[in-house]
């Protein structure tokens, strides 16, 4: 009887011996955990903070706008005409700056977004000189379009420059080996004289590849001479074709027009409008519909030739064109895939030139344009 009666007394609270010792450890283990939490906590926020401040050499394009164009072409002097429909000018959002880890996290896990290494896309030259080159491009894309555009109608167009410079040069190009660099003006190859960026490509494509050309360029206040070995390029529209691998634009660029053509398109840069401009200065100068009365997304470099050139940001600009309900997509044929791939059920066509493209839009509902008459 007396031992089963001291079960319950210490149950109650009785004076502790060496059974009821075990009891007081717990009290530790719960003080490390604490202290992991803490511990997990501040590093937690030290990751976070990083991840803010930590700053990658990436780029990211990221789906832009589609924007109507008939609001930033102005054109007076001459008999316009009305019409329904939309030709969408797309753009890509490209990252000011280096982006931070998250922000690189974020991009690399969304689809429908192209992180690309920052000497890809900038080359060998600064970040705020590739800007300032893209808004030039921006203005030599308008100037190419009003010249293609009148062309195409048959207006007589003067256009004068003062040599290519360049705007980009390619990391391991040709032209980065033989040490020509952006801000060069190309002036002459193999004597011959260049005024317009177009005529670097009209001299290098027509001879094989691994041909010596002499380069003379102004630099600062002096003219030096290089030699450039073309090679063939690996890519894009003149893949297999010779090439320097530099982005130009053409000095002191002068075209002179009959009548007034304005463009304003805000804070959008580079020469990637140019054939959407095109096409909405046609449609404007003739009677009829180009588009067909329904939004048409248009994205292509363009010379004042009329020829389409490559642009960068397809797939991006296709999510754009998709989601503002655009129901045909023209593109650079070279990068009808890359359009694709983010098009879903929108149609996607290629085109290498402007009569390309004007015959895209007459196959798919759009008014027909007249073969060009000679204008005064």
């Given amino acids: 009887m007396n031992s089963?009666?001291?079960?319950?007394?210490?149950?109650?609270?009785?004076?502790?011996?060496?059974?009821?010792?075990?009891?007081?450890?717990?009290?530790?283990?719960r003080s490390i955990g604490v202290r992991i939490v803490v511990v997990a906590a501040i590093l937690i926020a030290v990751v976070g903070i990083a991840g803010m401040w930590v700053k990658l050499p990436y780029v990211?394009?990221?789906?832009?706008?589609a924007t109507p164009i008939e609001d930033l072409v102005k054109i007076s002097g001459t008999k316009t005409y009305d019409h329904e429909g939309e030709v969408l000018l797309l753009t890509v959002r490209v990252s000011n700056g280096r982006p931070n880890v998250w922000r690189f996290l974020q991009a690399s896990w969304d689809g429908d977004s192209k992180v690309i290494g920052e000497k890809q896309y900038l080359g060998n030259a600064p970040r705020g000189r590739v800007d300032r080159a893209s808004v030039q491009m921006m203005g030599e894309s308008q100037l190419a379009a009003k010249e293609a555009a009148l062309t195409r109608l048959g207006y007589d167009i003067e256009?004068?420059?003062?040599?290519?410079?360049?705007?980009q040069v390619l990391a391991d190009s040709p032209a980065e080996r033989a040490g020509l660099r952006t801000g060069d003006v190309i002036v002459a190859i193999d004597g011959r004289p260049i005024s317009t960026r177009d005529q670097v490509g009209q001299i290098v494509q027509p001879e094989p590849v691994g041909t010596q050309f002499a380069v003379?360029?102004?630099?600062?206040?002096?003219?030096?001479?290089?030699?450039?070995?073309?090679?063939?390029?690996?890519?894009?529209e003149l893949s297999g074709k010779p090439f320097f691998g530099i982005g130009a634009g053409t000095e002191d660029l002068k075209v002179s027009f009959p009548f007034r053509v304005s463009i304003d398109a805000g804070e959008v840069s580079g020469p990637s409008g140019g054939l959407a401009f095109t096409l909405t200065i046609i449609d404007d100068l003739t009677p009829g519909d180009l588009t067909g009365g329904g939004k048409i997304a248009v994205t292509g470099e363009i010379d004042g030739s009329g020829r389409v050139g490559e642009v960068g940001g397809v797939p991006q600009k296709a999510v754009a064109a998709r989601e503002s309900g655009a129901r045909l997509m023209i593109v650079p044929a070279t990068e009808v895939r890359a359009a694709r791939s983010k098009a879903g059920a929108m149609k996607v066509v290629g085109v290498r030139t402007l009569d390309d493209a004007l015959r895209v839009l007459h196959r798919n509902g759009g008014a027909k344009v007249p073969a060009a008459a000679n204008r005064p």
Avoid: H, M, Y
């Fill in 159 to 167: 256009v004068s420059g003062k040599g290519a410079r360049v705007l």
């Fill in 4 to 29: 089963s009666a001291e079960t319950p007394a210490r149950a109650a609270g009785a004076p502790p011996d060496l059974n009821i010792e075990s009891t007081s450890p717990p009290a530790r283990p």
């Fill in 60 to 65: 990211i394009f990221s789906p832009g706008d």
């Fill in 216 to 236: 003379t360029v102004k630099r600062d206040d002096s003219t030096k001479e290089f030699t450039v070995t073309s090679e063939a390029a690996t890519s894009g």
